[in-house]
């Protein structure tokens, strides 16, 4: 199992600056770098990484993106006097060159090669590469927005052509569109690109039109191309999280690659002077966390943009802090995305579905047609804008947030409550129940859930899981794992004790269809998700959520789209203090799909997660523990499309709770009813007449 986690950095990419005035470049300051490592230092983060020296990439690796005239040009820039650094500069958009950028250039492009070098072969599990210049808007032959070699092109091409990589994700979180790796793999579909960016209906640098939605790549690359254009300011970590579970994730699972790439930058954090975003720092834990289940967990970030320093090392420290398998923070009061979010999600998955069997169900857009609507739109943000600029430039420089709480570990992360005979597993603590649990407590689990008074197995099983659950709100213990005799009995102990005793929130993720009585979910204080075959003949309500997989668990896709389109924006939307994952006998996906949802759900309340298994599945046990530890799932191969009858009862539960969970919305208000006529064809002629834009 390979573990371990890259931090590639070497002051020598700090040595170049900006030499003349030049209001668009100002903000590509040395002390990004320095700010971003040194916070890792101080936090103590960049100790516990394994240190790799950068090298200079070759001539001949940079020319597996860039054509040799290009190089050649850039080359001779060492050389060359201040006015011909000028002169040669201003061919280019945004950018500026130095007598030592051609040298930090092939060290950055070198850095994101070590980094895909010492995940391929092992030597780490993952790595993040702090690098100067940035990459994703260099093209073939011309730097771009502070870029001159494209890093992550670069090594994703690399990647290809040294190890046989077969598809490689690249997910470009920054906020500007780069279109440098777009341009490079448009018709390529082993390298799938995602980019959000701040786009404001073509209005924001760099004011491409193929920034937009329906650019989805060309020829053989079609669907490999997945643009989502912003375009309002102010996104929220709502908003990123959303695009996650509705978009990304799906794809990406469908897709399978065997490495990702991020385009780290940090310019979509709060406090950034172009992004002028407002998703918190530690919304990037949540980012990581999502993405480091894809390919066995080989995931390597290179830094982009950010230019506000103080949000730039907070962002930081939070993905390297993710990547070294630190529990992920509470995500922040997520309430839903925006409407302009939405809007984007929309149209994005609507251009998308013919690709994607993910998001073949997704709604078409809606007459008036697509470019109209975008005409239309820019001509009411132009309104806007002239009317309140100067305020709102204002307001993006007078934010302010509160500095990200210090993520600290428990000292023990997993603990196992096992029968006698069954080995506790490698790096888990085998759970005793302290004797100082009080003695009213157990005297009433005596009474609730025990049939035979003297059944002192059962009632030491009941106290360590009393206690467990103790241990983990006082967090002393991240997440556990029991096996015993009877789940349901398990289950029903540890949330009347959670919710009667504990502040905190239970979500309760059960596998099977035994029973669970919705009483527990009456104040909230629970939430339950219940997978399974049969129709539930529970009351259906806003905190008891039955998922039908007509198939079982026989179809991993259907059970793959649940988990990343219903229980997690649910479970990041109800923000649980401990989540309670139940796998009924005899029933539950197969391994690899049970580590995926396992590995997912540790992102939810700090990663507190207990599950519980019935005693006869010990062979669970061990791959289990494994999830709980951080270890990354397998991938689950290419995903097959889900069986139409999953899909149609998750769309419809989805349909049911999107007005309680909005984050689990995935249209517009103004897709609403369009969207209502394809999912249900039974609006009535009166609610038709109602419907803008088609009477
Ligand atoms: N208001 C990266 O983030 N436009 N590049 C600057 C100044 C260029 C950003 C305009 C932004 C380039 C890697
Ligand atoms: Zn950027």
Known sequence: MRTGTALIYDEEMTKYKLLWVDPACKIEVPERLTVSHEALVRSGLADRCVSIPVREATEADILLVHSEEYLEAVKKTPHMTLEDLKEFTLQYGDVYFHPNIYRCAKLAAGAALQLVDSVMTGKVRNGMALVRPPGHHSMRSAASGFCVFNNVAIAAQYAKQKYGVKRVLIVDWDIHHGQGVQYCFEDDPSVLYFSWHRYEHQKFWPQLRESDFDSVGKEKGAGFNINVPWNKVGMQDSDYVSVFCHLLLPVAYEFCPDLVLVCAGFDS???????????????????????????????????????????????????????????????????????????????????????????????????PDISTKRVKLAEEEDEEVTLDKGEEEESAEEKVWPEPLKRVPPPTRTAVVLPDGVA???????????????????????????????????????????????????????????????????????????????????????????????????????????????????????????????????????????????????????????????????SGPCESAWQQLTGLLLGLAQGHTLVLLQEGERTRVGPTASSLLGDPAPSLGQLPAPTPEDVESMERLRHRLKADWKLLQTTGDFTTAAADINLTHCLTSAQLLKLPGLY
């Open 424 to 586: 506790c597993p490698d790096g888990c603590k085998n759970f005793r129940p302290s004797e100082d649990l009080d003695p009213l407590i157990v005297n009433k689990l005596k009474e609730d859930f025990l049939k035979d008074a003297d059944d002192s197995d059962a009632l030491s099983t009941l106290s360590s899981l009393v206690a467990l659950v103790e241990k983990m709100e006082k967090n002393e213990v991240c997440s556990g794992l029991a096996l015993v005799r009877d789940v349901s009995v398990a289950m029903m102990c540890v949330v009347q004790h959670a919710a009667s005793a504990l502040r905190n929130r239970v979500l309760v993720v059960c596998l099977g269809d035994g029973k669970v009585p919705s009483h527990v979910t009456e104040d909230g204080k629970t939430c339950v998700v219940q997978f399974s075959d049969k129709e539930s003949e529970e009351q259906e309500s806003k905190y008891y959520i039955p998922v039908c997989l007509k198939k079982g668990y026989g179809d991993v896709s259907g059970f793959i789209q649940a988990v990343l389109g219903l229980l997690l924006p649910l479970g990041y939307e109800y923000d649980p203090g401990l989540v309670l994952l139940v796998r009924m006998s005899d």
């Open 269 to 367: 954090a709060i406090g950034d002077p172009e992004g002028e975003m407002c998703a918190a720092p530690d919304v990037f834990a949540h980012l990581t966390h999502l993405l480091m289940n894809l390919a066995g967990g080989k995931l390597c970030a290179v830094l982009e943009g950010g230019y506000n320093l103080t949000s730039l090392a907070q962002s930081v420290c939070q993905t390297v802090q993710t990547l070294l398998g630190d529990p992920a923070p509470r995500p922040a009061d997520l309430a839903g995305p925006c409407k302009s979010a939405l809007e984007s999600l929309h149209c994005v998955r609507s251009a998308h579905r013919q690709y994607w069997s993910c998001l073949k169900h997704a709604a078409d857009l809606p007459s």
